[in-house]
């Protein structure tokens, strides 16, 4: 059974920070891993994703977070995380995480049609 249980979210000051994480079970073959974000009347906006084991060039930002989120990951524990900093009240919303099962290396890593498992969410505030 393939869980992704992501935590970390809260309330926070416009300029304060967060880092959210997303723990995927020990059944999940890891490869590439994502985050998105559904903020309310919107639709879920791949942010930030990543391939397991690869170097700084696998990683991947949407133009709204570049510079100010950074994605990492632990693969021995197999984590993901999101480092974000200057949060601005635009970047509130539900924030899921997502991994990939079958491969599917033609569909962009920030479109959720990449992705096949996901996490039920955490929400982030920012006033």
């Known amino acids: 059974h393939v869980q992704l249980v992501e935590s970390g979210g809260g309330s926070m000051p416009a300029g304060g920070s967060l880092r959210l994480s997303c723990t995927a079970s020990?059944?999940?073959?890891?490869?590439?891993m994502g985050w998105f974000r559904q903020a309310p009347g919107k639709e879920r906006e791949g942010i930030s994703a990543?391939?397991?084991?690869?170097?700084?060039?696998?990683?991947r930002y949407a133009d709204s977070v570049r510079g100010r989120f950074t994605i990492s990951q632990d693969f021995d524990k197999k984590m993901m995380f999101l480092e974000m900093n200057s949060l601005k009240p635009e970047d509130t919303g539900m924030y899921y995480c997502?991994?990939?099962?079958?491969?599917?290396?033609?569909?962009?890593?920030?479109?959720?049609?990449?992705?096949?498992?996901w996490g039920q969410g955490t929400q982030v505030t920012v006033s």
């Open positions: 990543i391939y397991f084991g690869g170097g700084p060039g696998d990683l």
């Open positions: 020990a059944s999940l073959s890891l490869v590439c």
């Open positions: 997502a991994a990939e099962g079958r491969s599917r290396v033609g569909v962009s890593p920030l479109l959720s049609a990449r992705y096949e498992y």
